[in-house]
């Protein structure tokens, strides 16, 4: 175990988990955790930058989203699960790291800019040193490596600007973390947006198979297609979007394909076979889930488990920055 690079990433626990999700990241975390040691962190102050005055749900997103963890495949016995604001060092260092950091340089941070845009917000300052407490997230457990998205590069720049910050005035503390990008296609919504929960166009792994065929019935295709006989575009269309991703069978989608171009196959019956594919993907994880969801006390103790073995490595890295910044320890 000591020999293994380690691993931090993690989700805001803002409700149960989609199959954007399943594909864009927890079944990237599943392979990671046999080859890393691996840290998934229940980011639930990161929820507060956005969602301050919104609190009341919180308790149970975090079982709903542990949940869907463990029943894809994250293996509370090989990786370690735990919850950030149990743990005071992650905002201890955010502020001793903000102080490595100008105004400037996190206004310049593009999803800053974007979610202050797009959500009409009047940022917090939390909302603006969001970076800093990934980062603090990120070096507290000395993590090599960050799985993320490409939109989440320009968070890890800061990470990685901090900790050469660090080392350099206080000397080689933090190892400066690598991104690892997966190579899977991020998830269209059944409405061709991205797939988000607040859009109400997800399919959840919580979602019954009734509910999950309904929703698939209900998928955009191809505006341009009025007729089943009509040639139709499989390029951007979700439906075949989900088909590349989940089916098994190349040969039965590459003759969906041809036919559907031809226009010799209609929406509802791809749609159709779609679903029953996807229901067999989700049946065994709404199983697990399910047999988690009817003993919460599991859950919870899966989380103070995890959250104890963190605290510990947190406290060992905040002794060794006090250290080296001179600051008392105890």
């Known amino acids: 175990m000591e020999n293994q690079k380690q691993i931090l990433t993690g989700h805001r626990p803002t409700g149960p988990r989609h199959i954007g999700h399943l594909v864009g990241t927890l079944n990237y975390w599943k392979q990671l955790q046999e080859t890393h040691r691996c840290f998934f962190l229940i980011a639930d102050l990161h929820v507060l930058t956005t969602d301050y ?9 975090i079982i709903e989203m542990v949940a869907d963890w463990i029943a894809v495949g994250i293996d509370p016995q090989k990786s370690t699960i735990l919850l950030q604001s149990a743990i005071p060092e992650h905002a201890l ?11 400037s340089r996190l206004q310049r941070v593009p ?12 940022p917090s300052l939390g909302l603006l040193t969001y970076p ?4 603090a997230d990120i070096l507290l457990y000395r993590a090599h490596y960050v799985p993320v998205g490409e939109d989440q590069l320009p968070h890890l720049e800061v990470t990685r600007e901090l900790a050469r910050r660090f080392n350099q005035l206080f000397g080689n503390t933090f190892p400066e973390p690598q991104a690892l990008l997966s190579d899977q296609p991020r998830l269209p919504g059944i409405d061709n947006r991205t797939m988000h929960t607040s859009y109400g166009n997800a399919i959840f792994l919580r979602d019954s198979a009734d509910t999950t065929r309904q929703k698939v019935m209900q998928m955009y295709t191809d505006p341009t297609r009025i007729r089943a006989t009509d040639p139709g575009h499989v390029e951007n269309n979700p439906v075949f979007v989900y088909l590349d991703v989940f089916s098994a069978d190349r ?23 779609l679903a029953e594919i996807l229901n067999d993907v989700l049946a065994p994880i709404r199983q697990k889930r399910s047999e988690l ?6 859950i919870q103790e899966i989380i103070r488990t995890g959250t ?21 320890s105890r």
């Open 53 to 61: 005055s919104r609190t009341g749900q919180i308790q149970q997103h």
């Open 132 to 135: 800093v407490l990934q980062a």
């Open 93 to 103: 260092l955010c502020t001793l790291l903000s102080m490595l950091v100008t105004v």
């Open 308 to 328: 104890e073995i963190a605290r510990k490595e947190a406290h060992l890295t905040m002794s060794q920055v006090k250290e080296a910044m001179g600051l008392l």
């Open 111 to 122: 999803t800053y800019k974007e979610q202050v845009a797009q959500l009409n917000l009047k």
């Open 293 to 298: 969801m009817a003993n919460h006390d599991q």
């Open 251 to 273: 040969a039965e989608v590459e003759d969906f394909k041809k036919r559907y171009r031809a226009g010799k196959v209609g929406d509802v019956e791809v749609k159709a076979r």
